[in-house]
């Protein structure tokens, strides 16, 4: 099973670490289990609270219905739902994004 390095940054918030998700782990739970708090509500995929933006590598959403929350360019910019993201490759993901969701 390959086990990816997940750098999870947020100047705002102070954020700045590197976890390691196993690829059939989301990104979230582990960030929890680590004690890193990152925004959520539904851990379902049906809202945009846990919203991320992938600036390196990339993630792959399983289930819910991210494109109900992000279009095209946003998705193009890195926007994914953390909640159901499993790392595919080493990633850099900028968090609490759902405010910035719009400007893009
Ligand atoms: S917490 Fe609702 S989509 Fe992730």
Redesign the pocket.
């Known amino acids: 099973m390959a086990v990816y390095n997940v750098r999870l940054i947020n100047e705002a918030e102070g954020l700045d670490e590197t976890i390691e998700v196993d690829e059939d782990e989301f990104v979230?739970d582990v960030a929890e289990a680590e004690g890193i708090n990152l925004?959520?509500?539904?851990?379902?995929?049906?809202?945009?609270?846990?919203?991320g933006r992938v600036i390196e590598g990339d993630v792959k959403e399983s289930g819910?219905n991210p494109d109900m929350?992000f279009n095209s360019g946003q998705r193009a910019a890195g926007f994914r739902?953390?909640?159901?993201s499993y790392p595919t490759s080493d990633c850099t993901i900028l968090t609490n994004q759902e405010p910035n969701i719009s400007q893009f």
């Open positions: 979230l925004p959520f509500s539904c851990r379902a995929g049906t809202c945009s609270t846990c919203a819910g929350f739902l953390l909640c159901i």
